[in-house]
T-cell receptor, first 117, second 114 residues
Framework: ETGVTQSPTHLIKTRGQQVTLRCSSQ?????VSWYQQALGQGPQFIFQ?????ENGRGNFPPRFSGLQFPNYSSELNVNALELDDSALYLC???WGGGLTEAKNIQYFGAGTRLSVL | QQQVKQSPQSLIVQKGGISIINCAYE??????FPWYQQFPGKGPALLIA?????SEKKEGRFTISFNKSAKQFSLHIMDSQPGDSATYFC?????????????FGTGTRLKVLA
């Protein structure tokens, strides 16, 4: 077990709805990255939060947004859900020691399976 | 968009055999290169990781070989077991503003026959 917990485990929504996914990072980690994993594909980077600020974003539209809280837990929000948003959403935490430290290995949670109907 | 090219897409190995998965990356940051193992319905679990200033790292039956000049790294699973049947992902670090993010390969589905 990595100590990274995600909730809920499964979620079913309809097109146009909004969803919030939650992640608790591993103790001692201050960086949370979110990924979208479609069936049979590798994880695709959505964005990363480092010390409560967005710190890098992948090729995802603005309707994907997030937050990081003082305890380093994080939320992923998706507005105006589309059918193609159906995927496993993964949260990964790491110790963002900055550019001088090679300690940025990421540890994943079990994911939230989102189905959009 | 930087890519990490992973091969093969799928692999079938007899029990006791050696499984080899390869990855090639483009420009990257100086940080660990990890391999993840993922079972159906689960999140990726860190298997083994290597620093780019090391050419090989071994942990039990798992070995990473790193060729910095060729921008390639590979995972070797010795004495493959049916319990190793899973999807394996490599990842390469990419410098982002202030810290790092990872670019993942497309995955290799390994099946070890009993």
């Amino acid at each position: 077990e990595t100590g990274v917990t995600q909730s809920p485990t499964h979620l079913i929504k309809t097109r146009g709805q909004q969803v919030t996914l939650r992640c608790s990072s591993q103790s001692g980690h201050n960086t949370v990255s979110w990924y979208q994993q479609a069936l049979g594909q590798g994880p695709q980077f959505i964005f990363q939060y480092y010390r409560e600020e967005e710190n890098g974003r992948g090729n995802f539209p603005p309707r994907f947004s997030g937050l990081q809280f003082p305890n380093y837990s994080s939320e992923l929000n998706v507005n105006a859900l589309e059918l193609d948003d159906s995927a496993l959403y993964l949260c990964a935490s790491s110790w963002g020691g900055g550019l001088t430290e090679a300690k940025n290995i990421q540890y994943f949670g079990a994911g939230t399976r989102l189905s959009v109907l | 968009q930087q890519q990490v090219k992973q091969s093969p897409q799928s692999l079938i190995v007899q029990k006791g055999g050696i499984s080899i998965i390869n990855c090639a990356y483009e420009n990257t940051a100086f940080d660990y290169f990890p391999w993840y193992q993922q079972f159906p319905g689960k999140g990726p679990a860190l298997l083994i990781a290597i620093r780019p200033d090391v050419s090989e790292k071994k942990e039990g039956r798992f070995t990473i070989s790193f060729n910095k000049s060729a921008k390639q790294f590979s995972l070797h699973i010795m004495d493959s077991q049916p319990g190793d049947s899973a999807t394996y992902f490599c990842a390469a670090p990419r410098l982002s503003t202030g810290t790092y993010k990872y670019i993942f390969g497309t995955g290799t589905r390994l099946k070890v026959l009993a």
